[in-house]
């Protein structure tokens, strides 16, 4: 009686909204912080330093936990993650692309993580959520749209620690440059980190954090390289 009404729960109500992610295709997750201008209230701006080391160790520790996890983006308070299953014939994909699990486990886990680097009175909450890109063309242009963001979000957070949210309204870039050079700041000069994001990748087996990434629109090499591509099946794959 018990297996049977368990059995019947599960598909009536479970798998009717059980999603699955496709296969051989590149899968992005991003996790941001939940109401983060409230959390990060109390911390310095306009780069908070070990708030950034925290989420870069989340990260490392979400790279190291996901099956076919390429590398990792993370600027602000978000993270990008690209994973892929389609190195070798076989090769897993996270929970077998189960979507509901892929989300609450990625959120959990990073949220875990980074409050054991971040211990704080307020509670930290991550949301994540996954899609699926079919072109490799597409995949770069992701990462270069976050890295935009990076340096749209370092502009207006150097700004806003110098200038109220009035005299900010309205301005464009180049007037925001402007008026950071009159209180004799330049945005240039500040750490590539800040101005860029970090990048979590594996080197010689270990998850590391690159804190001096180049601008991936000027150097295409850096991407290109943490960009696996895809492998045709072979036809004895195709026609098993
Ligand atoms: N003080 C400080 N705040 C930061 C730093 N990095 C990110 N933040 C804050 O994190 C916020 C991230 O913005 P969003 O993710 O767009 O907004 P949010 O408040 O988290 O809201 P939701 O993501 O929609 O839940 C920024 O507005 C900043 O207030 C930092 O280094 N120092
Ligand atoms: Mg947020």
Request: aromatic share 10%.
């Amino acid at each position: 009686m018990k297996d049977d009404l368990g059995r019947r729960m599960k598909r009536d109500y479970e798998d009717a909204l059980r999603l699955s992610l496709p296969r051989r295709s590149y899968v992005v997750i991003r996790i941001d912080g939940r109401a983060f201008h409230s959390f990060t209230s109390d911390l310095e701006r306009p780069y908070c330093r070990a708030l950034a080391d925290a989420l870069d160790q989340a990260a490392v520790y979400l790279c190291s936990e996901m099956i076919g996890c390429r590398f990792a983006y993370g600027q602000s308070d978000e993270y990008s993650f690209l994973l892929t299953d389609f190195e070798k014939p076989d090769a897993p994909l996270w929970f077998d692309g189960n979507v509901q699990k892929i989300v609450s486990v990625s959120a959990s886990l990073f949220t875990a993580a980074f409050q054991r680097t971040f211990p704080s009175t307020k509670i930290a909450g991550f949301d994540s959520r996954v899609m699926v890109i079919s072109q490799r063309s597409e995949v770069e242009n992701y990462f270069l749209w976050r890295q935009l963001d990076a340096s749209a979000n370092s502009l207006n957070m150097l700004a806003s620690a110098h200038y109220s949210h009035a005299e900010l309204l309205h301005q464009s870039t180049a007037r925001k440059h402007e008026m950071l050079h009159e209180k004799g700041l330049n945005w240039a000069k500040q750490s590539a980190d800040f101005k860029r994001g970090r990048v979590v990748r594996k080197l010689e087996r270990a998850w590391q954090v690159d804190l001096e990434i180049p601008i991936f629109n000027r150097d295409r090499s850096y991407l290109d390289a943490l960009i696996p591509s895809p492998e045709l099946p072979s036809p004895i794959a195709l026609s098993s």
